[in-house]
């Protein structure tokens, strides 16, 4: 599944996901941020029977007109839905 993420670019590197509430995660670079957003994404939601829809757009307003917000698609592999 796909999920719109936003990596925010502070002196280190914080991420969170508009479609998945309280879903967050942290690196030392751009690349680690979005791995451990990845891979917190997975273990967030493999235990919900019923996966939030993505809606979130890089072109929101909130997301478009700050310039440390950085929007960045990524692909998500669930295990419980692999079967």
């Given amino acids: 599944m796909r999920y719109l ?7 280190n ?5 508009p479609d ?3 879903c967050v995660a942290v690196g030392d670079t751009f690349e680690a941020c979005k791995i451990s ?3 917190a ?3 967030h939601l493999e235990g919900d029977e019923i996966l939030p829809v993505p809606h979130a757009s890089p ?3 909130e997301l ?3 310039p ?5 698609y990524v692909d998500v592999d669930i295990p419980n839905l692999a079967a």
């Avoid at 590197?13 to 996901?17: D, L, P, R």
């Fill in 5 to 11: 993420i936003v990596i925010v670019k502070e002196k």
């Fill in 13 to 17: 590197y914080g991420a969170f996901c």
């Fill in 20 to 22: 998945v509430p309280g």
């Fill in 37 to 39: 957003m990845q891979e």
């Fill in 41 to 43: 994404l997975a273990f």
């Fill in 59 to 61: 072109d929101d307003p």
């Fill in 64 to 66: 478009a007109n700050d």
């Fill in 68 to 72: 440390n917000l950085i929007p960045v």
